[in-house]
């Protein structure tokens, strides 16, 4: 049996096409509580789950002894109906396959873009007032791939999130120092461009260039719009989402990279991160740069 087909098959009897938890799998404890969260979560929001689409990418294969470990780029597609609105929710997550133990595990990943690589920062125009259709754009050409005239982390999701706010105009400030304002050039870059806790407090404090403002409702939030996530619930936030669209509902769908996703539920209550202490914060990009 080659790679693909020891994917499909264990997946097959982890999921039934629409993405159900089917129980016939030795699934962690972890695994299959976040995908009965998921459920939950479908069923709470009334949404639909219409179909799902897996594409398989062998990436690696680790031999350990008489085990072999088979990684995998699984990128799944869900069509999903939410009060008459139809919408498209897209995933790529690395999986690991003990061939031995008959186990799957999701892994933090990078896969590398396909793209060549170039040296030069990207140079974007002046504006005074927040593209917002211009920061979506960008989110959603580079939400499973890492745009060659960055720099790449292991943990991208700010970097991707700086990324989209560059793209929409956001003015930089504060370089060379590293703890100030908010930038990036080829050789350097400040914290809160791409630490997840470093943005949120320079959202929260920032008076000039890109500002924005804190607000209680999720609903009010706006293509274009920032989330960032603390899922422990202990003051340190470490994951960043940029709003793409609305649901059914006027809730936020979110892109982020790390673990690439594109139009996913805001409150990520199927990530393996997730826990009941979680918090967030809600940022309303300030519209004009003045």
Known sequence: MNWEETFEKMMENAFSPTGKLTNRLNLPVTEINR?????????????ELLNMKNTLRPYRSIKMGESEQLVFQWK??????????????SREEKWKVDTNRGEIYQ???????????????????????????????????????????YKSFEDNCTNYISQCLRAGGAPMRGQPV????????????????????????YLSGSTQGLR???????????????????FNGDGNYQHTTLVVKKDGNNEPLVNANSFDSRHRYWKYED??????????????IVDDFN
């Open 35 to 47: 995908w009965k969260r998921e459920q939950e979560s479908h069923e709470s929001r009334k949404a």
């Open 271 to 284: 990530s393996s991160a997730w826990t009941p202490e979680i918090r967030y914060l809600f940022f309303h």
């Open 107 to 149: 892994q933090k990943h990078h896969f590398d873009s396909p793209r060549l690589q170039t040296v030069s920062a990207p140079v974007y125009p002046a504006r005074q007032k927040y593209d917002r259709r211009e920061a979506v754009r960008y989110a959603e050409e580079w939400w499973n791939e890492r745009n060659p005239q």
């Open 178 to 201: 590293r703890e100030k304002g908010w930038w990036y050039n080829e050789n350097n870059w400040s914290f809160s461009w791409s630490v997840a806790n470093s943005m949120r407090w």
């Open 76 to 89: 799944w597609d869900r069509f999903i109906k939410i009060n008459e609105e139809y919408l498209m929710e």
């Open 212 to 230: 924005a403002e804190e607000v209680e409702d999720v609903k009010r939030l706006q293509p274009g719009d920032v989330i960032c996530y603390d």
